[in-house]
């Protein structure tokens, strides 16, 4: 079979499905509101959390930056793209978090995949809740390590898997938040139950950062959790891009010296670092920002109530409203748009089978007003 007649096959199989794919051009977004074509939306499904993309400290910090190094790094950090303002970042990054080292990627994607594939030998054993991001998944799936996948904050799952003896090293992987159901893992108790074994324990905090916690430090540090290696990205509340992992300084050489991710990607601009130097100082002062998210939540959430779709039990910025039938979630979201709210469809395998679900997203840019706009849209539209 030829190249052409193998991807015609493959496309034609999901064409027309309800898994088919598409992007959507916009012509930008000012937190609150997506502007396509000649229309504008009220934008429900954004990771921008605290709406810092628009926040002008931060925008005119990346313009200095740029002013000062330009607009690209030049090449991989371990060739001619480690700045002054990349090493700034990452030691503000380890004093802000509690870790000694910190260390930058140029996704959180990269980042758990540079991770596990430099740290899982042959004879380890990776034990991830199920709901884990593709990334981790993925990674898991692609390294030599035995993958085992324990119920979704099931602790006796957990534990039946760490019980069982392994020749290697044990490494625990969850996330914080999570990104589809916005619950929380019960990062205690899988802290307890992976140094009950000596296994080492890795959280992908990428919802949960700069929204929770002490000066926005997170789910861990708000469960008073220290994992071995903590995941933070920069595309959620922070407004950015990139991702940088956490851990102690052997960890950091060892990831400087193996970890091909960091080691063969172009460093992300110093422009970009230093707009994130200041996203950490906004983030850190932004006490009225999460206290404006978390009304928001709770707004949405009581006026919620009467609709005849279950919201997941979340008291995230996520709150997943379970459809079930993939067609049902695909009309149902271009009624919405049909209502200038944006509100995106989330299909399997991405989640779940029989759990489609518009995937609704809060922040700390919208009013109540644009809830009640978005309640009655759902409303109507038979959500």
């Not at 019960?186 to 700069?210: F, N, R, Y």
């Not at 970890?259 to 950490?280: N, W």
Request: hydrophobic residues 40%.
């Amino acid at each position: 079979m030829s190249w052409s007649d193998s991807l015609s096959r493959r496309l034609a199989e999901r064409r027309g499905t309800s898994l088919w794919r598409n992007r959507q051009v916009h012509q930008g977004s000012d937190g609150r509101l997506l502007f396509i074509s000649d229309s504008q939306y009220l934008n429900f499904s954004s990771n921008d959390y605290l709406g810092l993309s628009q926040h002008p400290k931060i925008i005119a910090a990346w313009q200095q930056g740029a002013e000062q190094y330009g607009v690209g790094s030049g090449g991989s950090g371990h060739v001619t793209g480690y700045t002054t303002a990349h090493h700034t970042l990452e030691q503000q990054l380890a004093e802000w978090l509690g870790y000694s080292h910190a260390l930058l990627f140029i996704s959180g994607y990269a980042a758990n995949q540079g991770v596990i594939a430099a740290l899982m030998e042959k004879d380890d054993r990776i034990i991830a809740d199920r709901l884990s991001h593709a990334s981790l998944m993925e990674a898991a799936m692609q390294s030599p390590a035995q993958l085992r996948r324990f119920l979704h904050n099931d602790m006796d799952s957990l534990k039946q898997y760490l019980s069982k003896e392994c020749p290697g090293k044990t490494l625990v992987v969850t996330e914080g938040i999570f990104s589809m159901d916005g619950d929380r893992a019960p990062l205690e108790l899988i802290m307890q139950q992976a140094k009950s074994t000596e296994s080492w324990l890795m959280v992908d905090d990428a919802h949960g950062i700069g929204i929770h916690g002490d000066e926005g430090r997170g789910s861990c540090w708000m469960q008073n959790v220290k994992p071995e290696i903590l995941i933070i990205t920069f595309g959620k509340a922070f407004g950015l891009s990139g991702a940088a992992v956490l851990c102690d300084e052997q960890t950091a050489e060892y990831l400087i010296q193996y970890a091909r991710h960091l080691i063969y990607s172009t460093s992300m601009p110093p422009a970009q670092a230093v707009a994130l130097s200041e996203a950490v100082r906004q983030i850190r002062a932004g006490e009225a920002l999460r206290q404006t998210l978390q009304n928001n939540i709770r707004y949405f959430r009581h006026e919620a109530q009467h609709l005849p779709f279950s919201l997941i039990d979340s008291e995230t910025a996520i709150q997943p409203l379970i459809i079930g039938d993939n067609e049902l979630c695909i009309t149902l979201s271009q009624i919405l748009r049909q209502k200038k709210v944006w509100v995106k469809g989330i299909l399997p395998p991405t989640v779940p089978p029989e759990s489609a679900r518009l995937r609704i997203t809060l922040t700390a840019s919208h009013t109540w007003q644009d809830i009640d706009i978005l309640l009655e849209a759902l409303h109507d539209s038979g959500c």
